[in-house]
């Protein structure tokens, strides 16, 4: 059973640019959320989403938005790149729904550099 | 928002030896309490996670202790193993938010042989 892919797995940017992440969920899993992963801040939770809604956002600015799709990929786009936003992004897939708690599974997450 | 904390934020244990990571949380509304295990260049990955029903759930040589009155949970690591060397971290979460969990800060573990 193949597990969630990330793609790009690394990538460079400069300041003011945008960039869009793609994460693929493993395949039946409907929940899909990101998070954000630096070395000052820990593992942050972006968004999740479930069935094409946003079900859950955290405490980011309006230049993190994401998106879901009908086959439950996922994407998520940062505008207006800040220096700041360097860190890498995971995409954790989970096969629950509303109200059902269990384990998310992690991608291997994409490596934003902004310069 | 600092919901969780986590300690120590590192650790140096001899192979052999008990590592202890605790957590602790304030939203009493948490009800799923699970560590999550990260090697370097990898995503976290689930290692063992209690509910409050238990106080203490063993797998092998991992296992959880839940004190709910005191709003702490904590990993314990028998036997540690150089292969444990990692980072854990606890993500406290409640039912009405399934995909978001609130990570501690993480707990940097090296097991020297």
């Known amino acids: 059973k193949a597990g969630v892919t990330q793609t790009p797995r690394y990538l460079i940017k400069t300041r003011g640019q945008q960039v869009t992440l793609s994460c693929s969920p493993i395949s039946g899993h409907r929940s899909v959320s990101w998070y954000q992963q630096t070395p000052g801040q820990g593992l942050q939770f972006l968004f999740e989403y479930f069935s094409e809604t946003q079900r859950n956002k955290g405490n980011f600015p309006g230049r993190f938005s994401g998106r879901q799709f009908s086959n439950s990929r996922s994407e998520m786009n940062v505008s207006t790149l800040e220096l700041g936003d360097s860190a890498l992004y995971l995409c954790?897939?989970?096969?629950?729904?509303?109200?059902?708690?269990?384990?998310?599974?992690f991608g291997e997450g994409s490596r934003l550099t902004v310069l | 928002q600092q919901q969780v904390k986590q300690s120590p934020q590192s650790l140096i244990v001899q192979k052999g030896g008990i590592s202890i990571i605790n957590c602790a949380y304030e939203?009493?509304?948490?009800?799923?309490f699970p560590w999550y295990q990260q090697f370097p260049g990898k995503g976290p990955a689930l290692l063992i996670a209690?509910?409050?029903?238990?106080s203490e759930k063993k797998e092998g040589r991992f296992t959880i202790s839940f004190n709910k009155s005191a709003k702490q949970f904590s990993l314990h690591i028998m036997d540690s193993q150089p292969g444990d060397s990692a980072t854990y971290f606890c993500a406290p979460t409640g039912s009405s938010n399934t995909g978001k969990l609130i990570f501690g800060q993480g707990t940097t573990l090296q097991v020297k042989p």
């Open positions: 209690i509910r409050p029903d238990v």
């Open positions: 939203n009493t509304a948490f009800d799923y």
């Open positions: 954790a897939s989970s096969l629950e729904g509303r109200g059902e708690i269990g384990e998310l599974f």
